[in-house]
């Protein structure tokens, strides 16, 4: 699968890394992705953990 199709069925994911990219640097890497009912990737043994925050003091 190349990076045009990607894009193309994990839209909003590929927004997120973008997002993260612009804020934190170019080598942010997603590892798994999961939309629409399709997922790419290997999810780690812990399975998902997602946690989006504005203010890291203010959980």
């Known amino acids: 699968m190349d990076?045009?199709?990607?894009r193309q069925l994990f839209p909003q994911c590929i927004a997120f890394a973008d997002e993260?990219?612009?804020v934190f640097g170019d080598?942010?890497?997603?590892?798994?992705?999961?939309e629409n009912g399709?997922?790419?990737g290997k999810r780690g043994e812990a399975g998902m953990k997602t946690a989006l925050?504005?203010?890291v003091n203010n959980p």
Do not use: A, N, W
């Open 3 to 6: 990076k045009d199709e990607v």
């Open 20 to 22: 993260c990219r612009r």
């Open 27 to 34: 080598d942010i890497q997603l590892v798994y992705v999961e």
């Open 38 to 40: 399709r997922s790419l």
């Open 53 to 55: 925050s504005g203010d």
